[in-house]
């Protein structure tokens, strides 16, 4: 098999999973690996103070400006701009760090600043009188101390009311979230179970007998939400993978079937037509 898109875990020998960078020097020293595209196992937040440019996060352009924090979700294929300017911080952390129990990850995963049912998440700031400026100074001070036992939880928790503040903003700004209740939980259920399952299972019975819940109960809440049927979420993410690997990867089309679970190249192919009006080939030659 020919390379997959790159994956890049967090760096080895850190006492914890938890680095605030800065962003022009770690663009400089590691250009050849950051403005490729590529798969971070970890969570970025990129606190832009000046630049420009466009960055990608998995086909999505993301307009560098000023005064802007950008939240990039684990694993999605990062493209930092060979020509643009970064000037900023780097908030990086991983699910093993964030999550030390049940509620942290049950958090993480559905909140909004991560969660690709919506848009990528970006915050505008006054970088004079924001909270979220004191957070920062505060996390980049306890970093600077001598690790003790108390370290984890003072940084764990810095983080934490960081994202909640984040959220808090975000939402002043004008963000619409989707409504709490019985149709999101099964939604954020069906999302994860997808993600865990995509390339083998292909089959909304069979998402929906394993969270438990009938066919209609799962095509209730994802019409209700998104305006979308649970086939149509399944369809999505294949296509996204197809794409990512068709772009990022040198691998051959009867191998980007063989990944996504289809026995045949030929039906991959109809599959894809299908859903993007072109061929994978014209899709590849395109980019």
């Known amino acids: 098999m020919k390379e997959l898109i790159k994956k890049y875990s967090f760096k080895d020998g850190l006492p914890l999973e938890f680095e605030i960078l800065d962003l022009n020097k770690t663009l400089n020293s590691k250009r050849s690996m950051m403005v490729v595209p ?43 701009d060979k020509n643009g300017t970064y000037q900023g911080k780097s908030i990086i952390f991983t ?25 990528i998440a970006r915050l505008k700031i006054n970088p004079v009188y924001s909270d979220l400026k004191v957070i920062l100074n505060a996390m980049e001070s306890e970093l600077q101390r001598k690790k003790d036992d108390m370290q984890y939880g003072i940084l764990h928790n810095l983080l934490h009311i960081f994202l909640l503040q984040s959220e808090r903003e975000i939402r002043q700004q004008g963000f619409e979230e989707l409504k709490p209740g019985i149709h999101l939980d099964y939604l954020l259920l069906f999302k994860d179970l997808l993600e865990q399952k995509f390339r083998q299972e292909h089959s909304v019975n069979k998402y929906a007998s394993e969270l438990n819940i009938s066919d209609k109960q799962l095509h209730k809440a994802t019409t209700t939400l ?62």
Not at 62 to 69: K, L, P, T
């Open 226 to 287: 998104l305006d979308k049927t649970p086939k149509q979420i399944i369809d999505e993410r294949i296509i996204l993978e197809s794409k990512r690997l068709l772009v990022h990867s040198s691998m051959a089309i009867k191998e980007i079937a063989y990944e996504l679970g289809y026995d045949e190249p030929s039906n991959f192919i109809k599959y894809f037509r299908k859903h993007s009006g072109i061929t994978p080939s014209e899709f590849r030659a395109n980019y």
């Open 95 to 119: 699910d093993s760090f964030f999550c030390k129990n049940q509620q942290d990850m049950q958090y993480l995963h559905s909140s909004l600043l991560f969660s690709d049912l919506y848009d």
């Open 38 to 80: 590529h798969r971070p196992q970890f969570y970025h937040i990129l606190w832009i103070e000046k630049g420009e440019g466009t960055h990608y996060i998995d086909f999505n352009p993301v307009s560098i400006e000023e005064s802007m924090i950008i939240f990039v979700p684990s694993n999605s294929v990062n493209l930092f």
